[in-house]
């Protein structure tokens, strides 16, 4: 164990070095306030890398990442993201972004499994319960699935928008629209849902 995380220390170095050598000045650049335009509310999952798949270097990129890409009306810290990236960075776009083969998603299909995961999962549920008879309908396990991938996304979109953070920007007119895009792991690309939505009420 000790090795494998000397070796993260030992990869972290050839990271900045090799940074530093296309780049002198790349981290003084870094220390300076940050900017970015987008705010990214993705998964925990570890194949779904943020900045890598959009192509963006460190600071063009606000992150937030948790199970299955939910946002709880109630939870503290992603609401805490949302009121920092939109009041003090001045986002100019939230992208909710869920991927196909999401565990989270997965679970949210089967028996309930414990705490606290379950009750993190709790909206998920709901989504599932929603359009239980349009998921009945679907042809396969993998195909329902998928499914309740991008349903889950559209509900996050619209949780996002329902935030006081969010309608407080848009009720002063500050440039901000949300969008909802899915991954897929199998070839790498992303494709944006139609759900995306803005201060003027256009989707």
């Given amino acids: 164990m000790v090795e494998q995380l000397s070796d993260l220390l030992a990869r972290n170095r050839r990271w900045a070095d090799a940074h530093r050598r296309a780049e002198p ?9 940050q900017q ?4 990214w509310i993705g998964c925990a999952d570890s194949r779904v890398p943020a900045n890598e798949i959009v192509g963006l270097q460190p600071g063009e990129l606000f992150v937030h990442r948790n199970v299955a890409n939910i946002v709880h009306p109630y939870d503290p810290n992603c609401l805490s993201v949302i009121q920092y990236a939109v009041d003090t960075l001045k986002v100019k776009h939230i992208i909710v972004c869920g ?19 379950e009750s993190w ?22 195909a329902r699935w998928r499914r309740l991938c991008e349903l889950n996304v559209k509900a996050q979109v619209a949780s996002v928008s329902a935030t006081p953070t ?11 629209t949300i969008h909802g895009w ?8 992303l494709q944006d ?11």
Avoid: M, N
């Avoid at 970015?36 to 705010?39: A, E, H, I, Q, S």
């Avoid at 899915?182 to 690309?189: A, N, P, S, V």
């Fill in 36 to 39: 970015p335009d987008y705010l």
């Fill in 25 to 33: 000045d790349f981290f003084s650049k870094l220390t300076a306030i």
């Fill in 99 to 117: 991927h196909y083969g999401c565990g989270g998603v997965l679970a949210a299909l089967g028996p309930p499994v414990e705490q606290p995961l």
């Fill in 182 to 189: 899915i991954y897929d792991l199998h070839d790498g690309l």
């Fill in 193 to 203: 849902l139609g759900v995306t939505v803005d201060g003027q009420g256009r989707g």
């Fill in 121 to 142: 999962l709790a909206p998920l549920r709901v989504v599932s319960a929603t359009h239980a008879d349009e998921l009945a309908v679907t042809r396969t396990d993998d």
């Fill in 166 to 176: 969010v309608q407080a920007a848009w009720a002063r007119h500050q440039p901000l």
